[in-house]
């Protein structure tokens, strides 16, 4: 039941010169320390040392960051730009993050402590995607025109038409699970529209968007058009979410700040998206290719040491199979590599951060203190770093907190299910809505409970498959709005109707 572990990570060469220059913040085209001087520590989640010192920006570098953001939403070159050289710039970035790959998945394995590997095919190979589906876009954003009726006016004749405009200075705070394709999928729409941004990355994962920051000044995107400013979410975070010169904000984290997020809005009613947690259903029935399902249920909690806000972390099994998958995944479970994302053989990193680590193990414990049995896992890795062994708890019912919530980790909760009316009840028992998977090879059992699951994205004989063309969001309160495919966009645009009498 124990899980293997492999030698301690090292800073690759590769990064060296990257990590011994100051990380400072991006306002305004230029590198800058924070105005009070403070600095604060990243870590090693495999090691738990130290790795770099991040400028820690509070609500005076906000300050400059939104007034920068609004210059060059205002009056720079930025405003001026057809949509096609827009485009192309934007186009330059995924480039640019393709010609750079190695580093930057380095760079996320270094800070985020996922495998290299997965950092390289999903986190670098989306986020250049992402940009590149979004500078198709630039071209493409149009209005209508529309024949008016005008009863109270009758005989009279008017040309009316919309245009759709970019909403203005946006505010973006992103997560630290996939540090660059946050920024991409926050990014890339909000400059395909022509808006301006500051983007506030983790306190815990800073690094990836310090170097996209570079990445975004050498192709080109003028200065002011997006800001980075690095610090803690209760500081800047907040300053940025309650900044009254910003006009709409985009989160992505957990339900609880994302309930803060809408609350500091109201000051100038900023126009509000948000990403938010989620406690996915992943339903086998008895008719699924079993061991196509047994290794999807895996993955689709194991993946990124289960810091995945769509992960499928209530496992429902129809009764007659259900200690077959329990034993396939937990066997799985058992023998995965969990090491240092650096190992080539590792197949589960640590977890991101002490906290993280202290948050998941309180759930087992409570799990297990519950009655939940550990079938595969239970426990924490004794080594340096945060490392979790992958579990899978059976004997878990709907009251139990590893059930109900969000655990963010590699902790599955496998239950039985007898029949299609009780999984679609016990399917949407819950208080998010971002995912839910199903296998079966009867496709009218799919298409009805794919219906009947109240969730933004449901993968049938499949899960965790990300495309910048599909969008992502959630029903109930895993959030509002939708990323990627071209929903993204009307995030970031609002809509002006013209109306001339002829
Ligand atoms: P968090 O929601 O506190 O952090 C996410 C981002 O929000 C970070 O950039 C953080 O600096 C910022 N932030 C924090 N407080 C803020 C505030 N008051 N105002 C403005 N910005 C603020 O998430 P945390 O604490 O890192 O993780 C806690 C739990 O949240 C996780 O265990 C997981 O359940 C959930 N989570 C969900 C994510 C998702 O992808 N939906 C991503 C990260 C965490
Ligand atoms: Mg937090």
């Known amino acids: 039941m124990s899980s293997s572990t492999a030698s301690p990570s090292t800073i690759p060469s590769d990064l060296e010169s990257f990590l011994s220059s100051p990380k400072r913040m991006l306002i305004n085209g230029k590198w800058v320390n924070a105005k009070s001087g403070k600095t604060f520590d990243v870590y090693d989640p495999a090691t738990d040392q130290v790795i770099a010192k991040v400028a820690e920006g509070d609500r005076d570098d906000i300050n400059a960051a939104v007034s920068s953001a609004r210059a060059a939403f205002d009056s720079g070159p930025w405003s001026k730009m057809t949509a096609s050289e827009r485009g192309r710039l934007i186009w330059k970035i995924g480039d640019l993050i393709e010609a750079n790959a190695d580093e930057l998945a380095q760079l996320e394995t270094l800070d985020n402590g996922k495998p290299l590997a997965v950092a390289k095919v999903a986190d670098v190979a989306l986020a250049a995607d992402m940009f590149r589906y979004m500078a198709g876009w630039a071209t493409k954003i149009e209005g209508n025109t529309i024949s008016l009726n005008v009863p109270y006016s009758p005989g009279s004749e008017f040309h009316a038409y919309t245009l759709k405009e970019p909403i203005g200075v946006v505010g973006q705070i992103i997560p630290w699970n996939f540090p660059l394709l946050m920024a991409a999928w926050k990014l890339g729409p909000a400059l ?8 506030k990355p983790a306190e815990q994962t800073p690094l990836s968007a310090l170097r996209l920051g570079e990445l975004v000044a050498e192709a080109g995107i003028p200065d002011g ?12 975070g907040a300053a940025l979410a309650s900044h009254n010169d910003v006009d709409k904000v985009a989160f992505t984290g957990s339900t609880e700040v994302g309930k803060l997020i809408i609350g500091a809005a109201t000051g100038n009613l900023k126009k509000v998206t948000l990403e938010l947690g989620g406690k996915s259903p992943n339903v086998i029935y008895d008719d699924a290719d079993i061991d196509t ?7 689709a ?14 496992l429902y099994v129809q009764r007659g199979i259900y200690d077959e998958v329990v034993a396939g995944v937990s066997e799985i479970a058992a023998n995965m590599k969990v090491g240092s994302g650096f190992d080539p053989e590792t197949q589960m990193g640590p977890l991101v951060s002490r906290e993280q680590f202290d948050r998941v193990s309180g759930f087992l414990r ?26 899978v708890l059976k004997n878990a019912s709907p009251e139990m907190s590893v059930v109900r919530e969000e655990i963010f980790g590699p902790v599955v909760a496998a239950m039985p299910f007898d029949n299609d009316g009780e999984i679609t009840t016990q399917a949407n028992n819950s208080t998010y809505g971002l995912a839910a998977g199903i296998w079966t090879r009867d496709i009218s059992k799919a298409h009805r409970l794919a219906k009947s699951v109240k969730a933004g994205t449901v993968w049938v004989n499949c899960y965790s498959i990300f495309d910048a063309a599909l969008p992502f969001g959630g029903y109930k309160q895993s959030g509002w709005g939708r990323e990627m495919g071209h929903a993204a966009l009307e995030n970031y645009l609002q809509t002006k109707s013209v109306c001339v009498s002829l």
């Open 293 to 299: 399902a047994i290794a999807g249920a895996a993955d």
């Open 366 to 391: 409570a799990g297990l203190a519950e009655g939940a049995e550990a079938s595969a896992g239970g426990g924490t890795v004794d080594r340096n770093g945060y490392f979790v062994q992958p579990t």
């Open 192 to 199: 395909a529209t022509g808006c301006t941004i500051v983007l």
């Open 301 to 314: 909690i194991f993946f990124n040491q289960g810091q995945v806000c769509s992960a499928g972390s209530r």
């Open 225 to 236: 058009v997006v800001n980075i400013v690095t610090g803690f979410g209760e500081t800047a």
